[in-house]
């Protein structure tokens, strides 16, 4: 339930999600919670800043420095992370639904 994706100084981000919570009976809770894997000799998890919405079921893409977030479950704003400031800043449009969303993407090679 949450979204991850690789940041342009090589970490990977894992984004948000949903815990399941226990007061007199278990519910799920949307978090903001965001963390970042370093990859390499010095291997460890670093928190980022919480996204402003929680949120489950969205998808996610780096591009350019930044991370964009939007829709989820229940959710139909986007946002969007700097990764030089360490935070979130909403996005002045909203997503047209509410419901979870799954994507992929990739490159395809040039046309000849």
């Not at 010095?42 to 996204?51: F, G, I, T, V």
């Amino acid at each position: 339930e949450s979204c991850g994706c690789v940041m342009s100084d090589g970490r990977v981000a894992v984004l948000s999600g949903i815990s399941d919570r226990s007061i007199g009976g278990t519910y799920t809770v949307a978090t903001m919670s965001c963390e970042a894997l370093m990859v390499g000799e010095d291997e460890h998890w670093q928190s980022l800043a919480p996204m402003q919405i929680p949120r489950f079921g969205f998808t996610c893409a780096a591009v350019a420095g930044c991370i964009i977030v939007a829709g989820g479950y229940q959710n139909t704003i986007a946002e969007v992370y700097d990764e030089m400031l360490n935070r979130w800043i909403l996005l002045p449009c909203n997503v047209p639904y509410t419901r979870p969303w799954w994507t992929d993407g990739g490159l395809s090679p040039p046309d000849e």
